[in-house]
């Protein structure tokens, strides 16, 4: 019985494949361990618990080791209330566009993100029942329960307060005894979204009411994040 020989050009084929495979796996070690050190950098500057999701954009990988980054996305979820804040952050997704690794920190472009305050997180840090209007979509209705009077209802906006927090604004109490209302009225106002600590030059723009809760849109130009340690 006779066995064929490989022929030179398909020696060579195989052989590139061999060696594309290889530096494919390679590429792509190496873009896990840029989102991990861009996990540590997040975490480290938002004083983060735990590390976020980091995926990295644009290929190969090795050509943007010693140069710019094109595109990093980053999502948080459960972000805890910063210190002296009562409520959690459900979400938040970043997009960082030309990212410079310099030294112990990265250096970024552009930052955009949102981030997301559920209504059951708002209920559990308040004791009041949210959900969206039903008419007026760009305010947010909270429902306390009251003994012997019943289920007190009022209304507000959600606008940017002075700093990385959210203020509930314009309370309208349309019904219940205007006591017992305007304390849950007070009660609200007194209550900010306080966001975790974002990264120097990254503010908020603006919040919308959604049907799941609030949205904040944030941005941010020349942004530096602090890489941990290794």
Known sequence: MHHRLTTGPARLGLVTLLLGALLLA????????????????????????????????????????????????????????????????????????????????????????????????????????FHTHPERPDRIVAEASVPVIGTITVSAQVEVADGDSLSFTRVEVPQGPPAVSERIAEALQKRPIDLPGLPEGVSIGKAEVTGSGVAVRLAGEQVKLDRAET
């Open 26 to 129: 390679g590429d792509r070690l190496l873009a896990t361990w840029m989102e991990k050190q861009a996990a540590r950098a997040v975490a480290a500057t938002m004083r983060l618990a735990d590390e976020p999701s980091v995926r990295l954009y644009g290929f190969p990988a090795v050509s943007q080791f010693q140069g710019e980054i094109d595109r990093m996305d980053v999502g948080m979820r459960d972000l805890p209330p910063p210190e002296g804040g009562r409520i959690r952050v459900s979400s938040l997704d970043a997009r960082l566009d030309g990212v410079q690794r310099s030294g112990t920190s990265m250096d970024v472009d552009t930052f955009s993100a949102v981030a997301r305050v559920g209504y059951d997180d708002l209920s559990a840090a308040t004791g009041l029942a």
